[in-house]
């Protein structure tokens, strides 16, 4: 049976690839930094299950250490110059958009497959996790079809992928970071503590203020934070899971998913989330730092009462 | 965010030993999410040939275009890109800045002639706003996206077991109602624009 360790152990060997060839990237300052972090998640991924967890928990402060203290750096891995790129996007058009179809298309027409077909009585994939398995058999057919067709030099798509990954940089552990945070949440019990005061507040049984104080928080706290994935596991241990799926019986993926999406009304209206709302007023040379937030208010308001509307009718079908 | 761990640990009563244990062990159970950045070598590699050049080529496609309708149709090119896992062809350095603004901006002045500053600058504004409505909801309905991996996993810590896909799905409604209520604002902007200058 596919299990999710062979995922792991694919990422793994991608993570320990670039990790590699980081370590031997003389141009850039901080490549040992880079490989060092790279390398602690391929270790992660490969070994995870074998090194205990207070091992695991020492890895985790590794890469914040690493993160923190600045020694990871973007890199400069081989690639294409602006004219070769030019060049090809000229020769090949819009089939260049066809590779990266396959992905969502595999992962899709798969899953689907798997759960309404005979093929999933087989029982060749762990339960709940084929579209994770689809979506590694997508990459790998999308890296077939491009190594087919366009040539690229057999080391290119770990490069390209360093190349990305090293322009994401620590960012690229926060998700994961933050589940684990949510798991610790949950353990020292900081749900219970904030979602006893909600309970305080709001009278009993009034399925619509607890989704009002749900959303409201969640957009308060991505605010503040200038992050919605921060504020998603404090507010699914404190309201979320205990009131609306719990106590109110609402539908997990509803409250999930829209819960997330009334956090990103929150990224909208705020100066704390500076790449998406300050870096391009610097960008575009506007006057007024705060012009794109500006601009982005109503729209935010608007949706932020529709994604409010939407758990409130969908989830309590 | 591993200092606040920390100290959430420490306040809740465990021991430093503990705390980092059970943080190691949450980590090592939710290495799925690390599973999304396998994608990162096909769009890498798709980049070296050109990606990001043939999406600029497709956005000056819509030249002949009002100001409000160009932003519309952008915003549903970023929808539906970053809807398949392409939000890195689209961005404020890669086609804002290049690519969306100046277009936007010249066709205000086709509409409008010339404009005053605050004008311009509400466009220019315009312009990167709808760059991030279209990503924040379009890239949820992208299952292997840190967002919805993350929900997934935080839901399952509590027991409740779901498929990153039905997770999906439920950004559809929000992505289409995003679509209309900045779209709205967009025809807006354009028959504000049309009117004559005061």
Redesign the interface.
Known sequence: MIT?HW??V??GT??AAIAFLSALDRSNPKHFGNAAFWGL?AV??LA??LIG?????????GL?GLA?FGFIGRSQPP??S?E???????E???R??L???I??VT??VG?LAYNYTAVGQLGWIEP?????VF??LG?LI??AT?FAW?K?PLL??????R???DAIGWA???????????????????GEIIGTATRSVIPEGSIFLTVLVFGVGMALFTIIMGN???A??VM?AAIG?PLL?QAYGGD???V??????AG?CG??MTPMAAN??L???A??E???QN??I???I??AL??FV??LA?IYF?AFR | ??A??IV??L????DP?E?????????????????V??????????????????AG??IRKLRNATTGRLLILYLLYRQLTAA???H?TAG??QT??PLV?PMALAAAEKEHGELD?ATA??V??????T???GL??GE?I???I??????????A??G????????????I??AI??FF??GF?LWLLDRKLRAPAR
């Not at chain 1, 967890?53 to 402060?61: E, I, K, P, R």
């Not at chain 1, 290119?156 to 992928?161: L, M, R, S």
């Open positions: 999710l995922l792991y694919l990422a991608m993570f998640m992660s991924l995870g299950d967890d207070f091992a695991n928990g020492l890895l985790v402060l914040a923190g690639t294409t602006m070769e790129r030019q060049r090809w996007s000229e090949v058009g819009n260049l958009f590779p990266a179809l992905i969502p992962a899709l899953t709940k996790r084929e579209t994770y979506l590694a990459v999308a890296l491009i366009l690229p290119a798509p770990v490069q390209e992928g190349r990305l990954l690229a552990v926060l998700p994961q970071m933050l589940a684990a945070l949510g798991v610790l949440f949950a353990a020292a019990g900081v919605a994935f921060a998603f596991p699914a899971v799926i997990p993926a509803v999930g998913a829209v819960g997330m999406l990103f990224t909208l998406f709302n870096v391009p007023a960008l575009l506007l006057k007024d012009g794109v500006k601009a982005q109503p729209t608007c949706l529709a994604n939407i969908a | 965010v591993t606040s761990a959430t640990g306040l809740g009563g465990m030993v705390v980092i244990s059970t943080f190691g062990k949450a980590f090592n159970d939710n290495r799925i999410i690390a599973m950045w396998i994608v990162l070598p096909v769009i890498g590699l798709l980049e070296r040939f050109g990606l990001q050049q043939q080529a497709l398949i896992g392409l890195s404020h350095p804002v800045r603004a500053e600058e509400k220019k504004a315009y312009a990167a706003a760059d991030n409505v924040f909801f949820d992208f299952f292997a840190g967002s919805i991996v993350l929900i997934q996993q935080t839901l810590t509590y409740y077991n779901l498929a990153p896909l039905e997770l999906a799905l439920w950004a409604p929000s109602l995003a209520i900045h604002r």
